[in-house]
């Protein structure tokens, strides 16, 4: 039973990573590597409000999140609509160059010491007894209702809201959306600030259940392969993936050796790409552009 | 006569910077008719549609000389999305719908002109095209060629457009679809209001529908007139509608020497 509830907390954080690059690739085309560190930003950006609103911890959250959403779109509005028609592999390029100055900027201005944003937050993580024996953390638990909301949230959006058809109208076709007078540049920025709050969001709540320091990152790119298991395109084949890659890290780590950790998502990963390059609910032709 | 909604001055588009695709093109498309821009391939006519339409960019060409004036604005350097706004809708000849919406959310996607209602235009593309009524939840890649077609209008449709630009309408179409889809066209017209340029190789169907015709040959307009004058052209009916030959086998324009060819459009 505890190792289903590992797994399902492993699963929720690289699902509410990993849909950051779905949104981003289904609508732009464009594979960010700069997510890691966008969300170890999110992160520091609630380190910062939780000193800067103390007492207030609802507000320091709002605001952190806020903030990780405007963070994604000034990173689109200064520097990825420049790439719009560019060749794919210059805005990837760009995503790598951003994350190298993001994570240079971020050891700069908050040092390289473990901080605590949940006990900056005044708030404790209790542990929550289940039944079968198992117990979760608070934050493990919240981890699992935010992947939850997110997604049920992400997915209402995109099936029910003109905005979300209008996001995948574009990522389908965007020559034709643009002929349907369907706004690319505002298509995209949306589609950077939400996968910088989602990224955020899942950068927070690790800090606040694991301390924050500058190997966040490293989580961040363990969620990347869950993406192309998945299949880079698809929502469902994100969650499908991080459930995957979770489950074969959390049964690794149990039964073989915990030093697996950090290897288990690119084997995964690996043996995917051999047997299905598409990935699970991917589509083959979206594969020719990564 | 009324001041022409869409007017093409003396228009030259060179791609690459080095190939001239269009020179000199100079027409007229007066509010609420329906104009065709006639033509075989590589005339020259979807680069004056994509002139007008503002997506020329993307194929690495530009307008070199002349203008595109849309109501009394001059739009040939606008970006595509402000052209869309002024009210000017594009179905393109391929990849015209979007094959992962169903089509009443490749209906619905569409953003209409500032100041258009909405869910009237919405309304006006099901009541010309009730199959798409029917076809409402189905995925648009599963649709038949007539069906996209009808659906791509639609689509058009619901940007409310003022000038709508159809490109190759009866392209891989069966003959009897063909003209019913030409009829329809004539149904969007009545309804809706819209100027309609209609680029088209078969000029048989669209004569039929249109009140007034361009032939472009090597990206020039070589003649224009009503249909009827069209029709009557001796050059029209050998080279474009294969019943002037008299040799029983229908002939290219470009098989006719050039000299005699001048003389003959010119003369």
Redesign the interface.
């Known amino acids: 039973m505890q190792i289903a509830v590992n797994i399902a907390v492993l699963a929720s954080i690289y699902a509410l990573i990993c849909c950051g690059y779905v949104l981003i690739y289904r609508a732009t085309r464009v594979l960010s590597l700069a997510h890691g560190e966008l969300m170890m930003l999110g992160a520091y950006g609630l380190y910062a409000t939780a000193s800067l609103f103390k007492g207030h911890p609802l507000i320091a959250l709002a605001a952190a999140a806020g903030l990780a959403l405007a963070v994604g779109l000034a990173v689109y509005a200064a520097l990825m609509w420049r790439m719009t028609g560019e060749s794919v592999l210059a805005a990837v390029l760009a995503t790598i160059a951003l994350g190298i100055l993001l994570r240079g900027a971020m050891m700069l201005a908050f040092g390289t010491l473990t901080q605590h944003p949940l006990r900056d937050l005044g708030w404790e993580n209790a542990s929550i007894g289940l039944p079968g024996g198992a117990r979760i953390s608070a934050v493990g638990a919240a981890l699992i209702l935010s992947t939850g909301l997110v997604y049920g949230g992400l997915f209402a959006f995109l099936r029910g809201t003109r905005w979300g058809m209008r996001m995948r109208a574009a990522g389908q076709n965007p020559l034709l959306a643009a002929q349907r007078g369907i706004g690319l540049h505002g298509i995209y920025a949306l589609s950077w600030g939400l996968a910088t709050f989602t990224g955020g969001l899942a950068g927070m709540l690790i800090a606040l259940d694991a301390g924050l320091e500058s190997t966040l990152v490293i989580i961040g790119l363990k969620a990347f392969p869950a993406a192309l298991v998945g299949g880079l395109d698809s929502l469902v084949g994100a969650l499908a993936g991080s459930l995957v890659v979770a489950s074969a890290e959390v049964l690794l780590i149990q039964y073989v050796d915990p030093l697996l950790s950090d290897v288990v998502p690119f084997f995964v990963l690996l043996a995917m790409l051999v047997v299905r390059p598409w990935g699970l609910f991917g589509t083959r032709e979206e594969l020719d552009r990564v | 006569m009324s001041a022409p909604l869409l007017r093409l001055e003396k228009l030259e588009v060179t791609y690459h910077r080095v190939i001239t695709a269009v020179q000199g093109v100079s027409l007229e498309v007066a509010p609420g008719t329906i104009v065709a821009l006639l033509g075989t391939n590589g005339a020259g006519k979807t680069t004056t549609l994509r002139a007008t ?1 503002g ?1 020329i960019g ?1 194929d690495d060409a530009r307008v070199t000389e002349g203008a595109v004036v849309f109501d009394g604005e001059r739009i040939e350097n606008l970006p ?2 402000r052209v ?2 002024l009210g000017i ?2 179905v ?1 000849e391929r ?7 169903s089509v009443a ?2 209906l ?6 500032p100041g258009a209602r909405r869910r009237r235009s919405i309304e006006l593309a099901y009541e010309i095209f009730p199959a798409l009524g029917r076809l409402r939840r189905r995925e648009a890649g599963y649709l038949s060629g007539g069906e996209r077609q009808m659906l791509a209008i639609g ?2 449709l ?2 409310a457009p003022r000038l709508l630009l159809v490109d190759e309408l009866s392209q891989g179409l069966a003959p009897l679809l063909v003209e019913e889809m030409m009829r329809r066209l004539e149904t969007v017209r009545a309804e809706t209001g819209a100027t309609i340029l209609l680029v088209e190789q078969n000029a048989q169907v669209a004569l039929e529908v249109a009140d007034y015709g361009y032939v472009m040959e090597n990206g020039r307009i070589v003649l224009d007139g009503t249909p009827e004058r069209l029709r009557a052209h001796q050059d029209i009916r050998e080279f474009y509608l294969g019943t002037g030959g008299g040799t029983g086998r229908r002939r290219s324009y470009r098989d006719v020497k050039q000299y005699r060819r001048s003389r003959r459009w010119y003369g």
């Not at chain 2, 990849?95 to 919406?101: Q, S």
């Not at chain 2, 619905?108 to 002109?113: F, I, L, Q, S």
């Open positions: 339409s997506f993307l595509p999305h869309t706004a809708a594009l393109p990849n015209k719908v979007f094959e992962n919406l959310e490749n619905d996607a569409a953003v209409p002109r689509s058009a619901a940007c």
